[in-house]
């Protein structure tokens, strides 16, 4: 054990490694800050580079990838309320509303520290707890899919504190929207108005982008250069001591939204963006003064991004040990991993576990100089898209249009995205929340698998109840489904007598 984690440790601190990593992190925090780049895509188009090289630095510059572009996309989240990726979608409900404050090197200086404290809380799990959580993540079956997917939809009484009629509209919409394409059950084909281009379904980044970035354009373009502020990044002494030593003061909110990225991230195909809402539940439900978030609060942004940086751990806790990917990132640095000759399993802690506890060790590292970069640099990084309007809305819609197509290197995903946008816009407009709406359309592949997939296991063995309401892990999302609909219930319910109370 300790010899390879010397070895490791060689290998970290050798210079070709150290400047990969450090050209693998920048590359990824550039990414992370470009509306419509994701890390999956990056990625893919880096693996093949690595082929030439040693196993392990070739493995280093892809973890120092990854995790730079979970650190780098909350700029965009923050300063133009545009997720960089697909996990920072949450990250715009404080991010922004702080930066329209004067508050953005704040938020950033947050976003900076809580992805080191998730990063470094995902890592050590990584090290030392992968086999026993893997085998965890190995137990969910459709059943547990779909009530972890009822769970994650009771999110929406959050997503929509203004108005529980439209988050529940924008959510059932999101929903609709998840079953356009071929059913991946019965093979029906449903919602294509005869278009073979809307079989393969609606592409969540396309949506994404759609739902995110063209109404934020189309409000720059109607608000005009009078009304319109480009939110900048101006620094201030002091700001960095002050933010850390505030959010050293919510431990438990840290360590929380950590635990909650491993989970998610170790439950294949599950991903930044449930982990980062879920996350941000959690932190509006158990928070005490829940009706700063969504106004810009530091906790807010704290919750997402720790959660949303743990989850790149712990969704390479199932792929290292059982060769099955939690994100799609993770799947793409498995087929580096196929790449070089390293099979998932056992072998990678025995036969290879020198290149094995590199890569992981190399996490740490990663971490580290993505936190110096983001936290003292996010000024520098910021400039690529804090540019006057009139440069900023024609490079968002360039950079929209251009990741829409690259997604399928289809022109019809960019006209999806463009309608899509325009429903977005809409949706500001009518004061409906896009959050509902994204999770529905998120959760939706899950929920409809899950129960039907369920449902044939029920006719199989003849008790709907023993598949759907008997099994362990099931019982807890029940219960844990529950009281995330009754907990803002009984909250108004005990608001409503403490103002009756001194009313009286």
Known sequence: MWGNVFFALNQIFQPINLLLLICGGLGGIVVGCLPGLTATMALALLVPFTFTMPAASGLIMLGGLYVGAMFGDAIPATLINTPGTPSAIATTFDGYPLAKKGLAQQALITNAFSSLCGGIIGTIVLLTLSPPLAEAGLRF??????????????????LAAESMLKGLIAGALGLLLSTV????????????????MLQAGLDLMVALIGLFCIPQILEMVEEGAQKHKIIKYHRQRGVFLQVIRELVHHPILLL???????????????????????????AVRWSKHPEKFGRGTLEGVAATETANCSVVQG???????????????????????????????PELYTTFAGITYTFIFSFFLAVLIMFIFTALGSSLFSRMICVPMQYLIPMIALLSVIGAFAIRN?????????LLG????????????????????????????????????????????QV??????????????????????VTRFSKSRKIWFFKR
């Not at 079956?141 to 959050?158: D, K, M």
């Not at 289809?410 to 463009?418: E, K, N, Y």
Request: net charge positive.
């Open 141 to 158: 079956g459709p059943p547990e899919y779909f009530w972890i997917s009822v769970f994650g939809l009771t999110i929406i009484g959050t």
């Open 181 to 196: 394409g071929i059913s991946p059950i019965a093979g029906d084909v449903r919602f294509t108005f005869g278009l073979p």
């Open 256 to 282: 929380r939204s950590a635990v909650i990225g491993i989970i998610v991230g170790i439950i294949p195909g599950a991903g930044g963006n449930i982990a980062s809402l879920v996350s941000y539940n959690e």
């Open 315 to 345: 969704s390479l806790i199932p792929m290292l040990t059982l060769g099955i990917p939690g994100s799609p990132a993770a799947a793409v640095i498995l087929g580096a991993l196929l790449l070089h000759g390293l099979r998932p399993g």
């Open 410 to 418: 289809s022109l019809f995903d960019v006209g999806v995205m463009l």
């Open 422 to 465: 325009v429903v977005g816009f809409l949706f500001r407009k009518l004061r409906f929340h896009s959050g509902p709406l994204v999770l529905g359309l998120i959760m939706g592949p899950f929920a409809e698998q899950g129960l039907v997939q369920s449902l044939l296991m029920a006719k199989a063995t003849g008790s709907v109840f």
């Open 468 to 489: 759907m309401f008997a099994r362990p892990i099931s019982v807890i999302l029940i219960c844990l489904s529950l009281a995330s609909v009754l907990w803002p219930i």
